[in-house]
C-alpha cells in the first residue's frame, strides 16, 4: 500500500496549487481518502475528505469555498484544488486512506504560502 503526495511548493498569498495523492495496493473506489495538514507547531488537522463510492465531500470551514478536493479512479489518483491561498494555509500536507480499520498514510508535501 502507498500513498504518493506531491504538489506543495512556495506560493504568494492568493495564489493557487493542486495537490497530488497517487494511491497503489488497494482499491481507491473503496476507500475514504482525506487530506490532513500540520503546520509549525501545531496539531495535523482534516482539511478535506472524499468518500468511498458516490465522493461525497467535506471542507473543513477554513478552507471550505477555496479547495476543493476530487478522484480520478483510473489513475488511482486524489486531488486537492487549493485556490485563493493565504499564509496561515501554510503546512505539510498529508493524504490518508480509510476503510474500516485499515488506515494508510503518506508522506507529506510542504506547502508554503508567503510573498
Known amino acids: 500500500v502507498q500513498l504518493q503526495a506531491s504538489g506543495g511548493g512556495l506560493v504568494q498569498p492568493g495564489g493557487s496549487l493542486r495537490l497530488s495523492c497517487a494511491t497503489s495496493g488497494f482499491p481507491l473506489d473503496y476507500y475514504a481518502i482525506g487530506w490532513f495538514r500540520q503546520a509549525p507547531g501545531k496539531e495535523r488537522e482534516p482539511v478535506s475528505c472524499i468518500s468511498a463510492g458516490d465522493g461525497t465531500t467535506n471542507y473543513a470551514d477554513s478552507v471550505k469555498d477555496r479547495f476543493s478536493i476530487s478522484k480520478d479512479i483510473a489513475k488511482s489518483t486524489v486531488y486537492l484544488q487549493m485556490d485563493n491561498l493565504k499564509p496561515e494555509d501554510t503546512a505539510v500536507y498529508y493524504c490518508?486512506?480509510?476503510?474500516?480499520?485499515?488506515?494508510?498514510w503518506g508522506q507529506g508535501t510542504l506547502v508554503t504560502v508567503s510573498s
Open positions: 490518508n486512506a480509510q476503510r474500516g480499520f485499515n488506515n494508510y
